[in-house]
């Protein structure tokens, strides 16, 4: 894919000026590189890239257009002041001998670097979103897994699909590992990947959003044309990026929102198709009415009547569930059962209506899958709900395949190599997710349950004391290490966590552990681990490293757990 500069960018306001940032440019004056890639990490730069100087949390990107420069980047787009080293690498004499310079890039100046990143992306890459259907994901938790069953259930009705999660991506075939430590990539990955969708000939598309991805600040997901969105559930989290409650759901809700900003006709594979456009909400969430409010799009619910989630393990003392509203079509969840190596429930659609609009008598349908926990029923229901009205597809008929669905690595994943104990590898790493994995399992140990996790550096503080708490709550043993320190000390950040398990009883260096290096901190857990206990790594899970101040480790949870089973045995 290849494009002049001024086509790439025809969709945004800009000034072309000179290297220093400031002086203005005719852009009839101006050479019009071909761009053949867009990139917003100046080490990605070669000949023909347009490079996107964005703004940082640290730092800015202006301050890395020099090194754009010298990588070849046929063009710069910025915002504000223009670091003086960028001018003076381009009026720098190449050495004899040294390589030749390449041409002198145009530069870009605009508003918001970050905020057209978005609409130029679409326009270099031919608006992919026009030519699939898109489905969105949002929620705390249960995003990765959800995404995945919609996929996977999409490719098993016979729908060629692609998606793009925290966990994996897929432009057409098989699942790929997700390198980044990002759930929704910035808009030049997403827009390159729903490309690539569409060369692959691709039908549909299945994005894992974030509130970050849905924020306007960032803009990752603008540009995108949305057809359905799933709310799984909203909690306390990322409030050092939103810093309150209220804008995090907010900013989540903007997926719901998008669905009204088109009109969903879109070519696909060739031919011009409506595609459905609905909402699909928890109705045990207390912020799912919010969500149904935000969309003029019809929305369906889904409900365990609180039997698979937190309501579950609080029993007689939990909270009353939210009224469901009576406009909303309801899928229910009951019958739960929910082992070490699968899951079972049943389904009902209670107030079907014929087309007369009568009643009709529900049906009820079993549904059988080989994914542990009981929280995975929300997520099955949720992406048979959104397959069955995305595909016209009988949702018995949709149902009935997910007995063929395949886990995602890292949630609720068991490894067992003949050890004694129970060992569980999953990516919870928030209060509400910590409320709703520990409950079930506390229920069918028989022996000691062990956790190990930490908390991410850089990221909210509020939830570091209420994850020691929970942990201390359901667990015998609690060793917190690394997650992500990033530039935060280690035993400090573990520290503000072992403050909520010591608030239950936990007494450190007896069944409470700081052990900052995680490799050691699983060996520890092993050695102190016996028969019918269960060890729970938690926080880690797919990610392939753990990031610190200066360096970021290579690392593999599920790996260095079979490495250190190998070590005493098994």
């Avoid at 992919?128 to 949002?138: A, F, Q, R």
């Avoid at 098989?174 to 990002?182: D, F, Y």
């Avoid at 886990?407 to 790493?429: C, N, S, W």
């Amino acid at each position: 894919m290849t494009k002049n500069l001024f086509d790439a960018i025809s969709t945004i306001k800009y000034t072309v000026t000179a290297s220093d940032g400031k002086t203005p440019v005719n852009q009839n004056e101006s050479p019009n590189p071909e761009i053949s890639s867009l990139v917003f990490d100046s080490r990605d730069v070669k000949p023909g890239s347009l490079f996107f100087a964005l703004p940082g949390t640290h730092t800015t990107g202006n301050v890395f257009i020099s090194k754009a420069i010298e990588n070849g980047a046929a063009a710069i787009v910025f915002e504000g002041e223009v670091s003086p080293c960028a001018s003076t690498s381009l009026a720098a004499t190449p050495s004899a001998g040294s390589a030749p310079q390449h041409p002198q890039p145009v530069f870009i100046r605009v508003d918001d670097a970050r905020k057209v990143m978005a609409p130029v992306a679409a326009n270099f890459y031919d608006n992919p979103s026009s030519k699939l259907g898109i489905i969105g994901v949002t929620g705390t938790e249960g995003k990765s897994s959800t995404v995945s069953f919609v996929w996977q259930l999409l490719c098993l009705t016979g729908h060629k699909a692609g998606f793009i999660s925290t966990v994996q991506y897929s432009l057409g075939g098989e699942a790929i590992a997700n390198p980044q430590h990002q759930t929704t990539p910035e808009a030049t990955i997403i827009q390159r990947q729903l490309y690539e969708m569409v060369e692959n000939g691709c039908e549909y598309a299945v994005v894992e959003t974030s509130s970050h991805g849905l924020s306007p600040k960032l803009n990752r997901t603008g540009n995108l044309l949305f057809d359905a969105g799933i709310f799984m559930n909203v909690t306390l989290e990322h409030l050092e990026f939103h810093g309150t409650f209220e804008q995090y759901r907010d900013d989540k809700a903007n997926l719901f929102r998008k669905l009204d900003e088109h009109n969903h006709e879109k070519l696909i594979l060739g031919k011009k198709v409506k595609i459905p456009s609905f909402g699909i909400v928890n109705l045990e969430d207390e912020s799912a009415s919010y969500f149904i409010k935000a969309t003029k799009q019809p929305v369906l619910g889904f409900t365990t009547e609180g039997k698979a989630g937190k309501s579950a393990a609080e029993g007689t003392e939990a909270k009353p569930l939210p009224k469901i509203p009576s406009s909303i079509p309801v899928l229910l969840g009951r019958n739960i059962a929910s082992a070490r190596f699968g899951l079972t429930f049943d389904m009902t659609e209670p107030h079907v209506i014929d087309e007369h609009a009568k009643p009709l008598p529900p049906k009820v349908f079993h549904v059988k899958s080989s994914l542990p926990g009981a929280f995975n029923t929300y997520n099955l229901m949720a992406a048979i709900e959104a397959v069955s009205r995305l595909t016209g597809t009988d949702i018995e008929k949709v149902a009935s395949l997910v007995e063929k669905l395949v886990p995602v690595k890292g949630r609720m994943t068991v490894i067992d190599k003949g050890q004694p104990f129970e060992l569980i590898v999953d990516y919870a790493h928030t209060p509400s997710s910590f409320e709703t994995i520990f409950p079930p399992l506390r229920r069918r140990c028989s022996g000691k349950m062990i956790a190990l996790f930490g908390s991410g550096g850089e990221r909210d503080t509020k939830k570091r004391p209420l994850q020691g708490e929970i942990a201390a709550r359901f667990c015998d043993i609690v060793i917190l290490t690394d997650e992500d320190p990033r530039g935060e000390d280690s035993v400090a950040l573990l520290r503000d966590i072992a403050v909520g398990s010591e608030k239950c009883g936990k007494v450190m260096d007896k069944d409470l552990f700081i052990t900052p290096d995680r490799p050691s901190a699983i060996r520890q857990a092993f050695k102190m681990a016996g028969k019918n206990d269960i060890v729970l790594l938690l926080g880690k899970a797919h990610e392939n490293s753990i990031i610190y101040k200066d360096s970021v480790m290579p690392y593999d949870e599920i790996a260095e757990a079979e490495k250190a089973l190998k070590e005493i045995g098994f």
